[in-house]
């Protein structure tokens, strides 16, 4: 069975830093572009980064470009994400996605979702 | 970056009946190359992760019931439940993933009447 297992999230003040993990199992990491996805509280989805397979891209969403930083262990079968320079816009539950592929290897989407960890940012 | 608009934000629809849910993208989703509409929808119920249920535009994933469908190309697109179900209430959201920044749409709540 398919599982990720988010941790590190908490209560950080405005400048701080966090460190997010995301535990796979089920599968191996190594095959899959991963990705973090938020979602503050009672509002939508957003995109936060993306990485693939090998660790050799990592992509961006604008508002965390330059604070945040995607990484994988591919040995561990972990994703991490790294958040610094924390804002209050940043508070939000954070998701580890797997971003599935079709018989020809094309993304088609996220395919399976952890439970989420809560980080809030506040003084 | 591509927005992606949803309509309505908020839908309730009789157990039995269709519902629809609209997606507009302000730039096309549909690669040339292989005809294909970068297109994803997600049902997201209360204290849950988002759910896959259609990819390409019209492409269900496995295990999604058939009333669920998915339509459109290039801007627009239409999620189409044809027979609502009490379990089918939760959160649609559309996800274009033609291009990164990867967008959501805003999403619809859909409830019974």
């Known amino acids: 069975e398919v599982q990720l297992v988010e941790s590190g999230g908490g209560l950080v003040q405005p400048g701080g830093s966090l460190r997010l993990s995301c535990a796979a199992s089920?599968?191996?990491?190594?095959?899959?572009?991963m990705s973090w996805v938020r979602q503050a509280p009672g509002k939508g989805l957003e995109w936060v980064a993306n990485i693939k397979q090998d660790g050799s891209e990592k992509y961006y969403a604008d508002s965390v470009k330059g604070r945040f930083t995607i990484s994988r262990d591919n040995a561990k079968n972990s994703l991490y994400l790294q958040m610094n320079s924390l804002r209050a816009e940043d508070t939000a539950l954070y998701y580890c996605?797997?971003?599935?592929?079709?018989?020809?290897?094309?993304?088609?989407?996220?395919?399976?979702w952890g439970q989420g960890t809560l980080v809030t940012v506040s003084s | 970056d591509f927005v992606m608009t949803q309509s309505p934000d908020s839908l309730a629809v009789s157990l039995g009946e269709r519902a629809t849910i609209n997606c507009k993208s302000s730039?096309?989703?549909?690669?040339?190359?292989?005809?294909?509409?970068?297109l994803a929808w997600y049902q997201q119920k209360p204290g849950q992760p988002p759910k896959l249920l259609i990819y390409?535009?019209?492409t269900r994933e496995s295990g999604v019931p058939d009333r669920f469908s998915g339509s459109g190309s290039g801007t627009d697109f239409t999620l189409t439940i044809s027979s609502l179900q009490a379990e089918d209430v939760a959160a649609y959201y559309c996800?274009?993933?033609?291009?990164?920044?990867?967008?959501f749409g805003q999403g619809t709540k859909l409830e019974i009447k």
């Open positions: 996800h274009q993933y033609y291009t990164t920044p990867y967008t």
């Open positions: 730039q096309s989703v549909l690669y040339n190359s292989n005809n294909k509409n970068y």
């Open positions: 089920g599968f191996t990491i190594s095959d899959y572009w």
């Open positions: 390409w535009a019209s």
């Open positions: 996605a797997r971003l599935s592929t079709d018989r020809l290897r094309s993304v088609v989407g996220f395919d399976y």
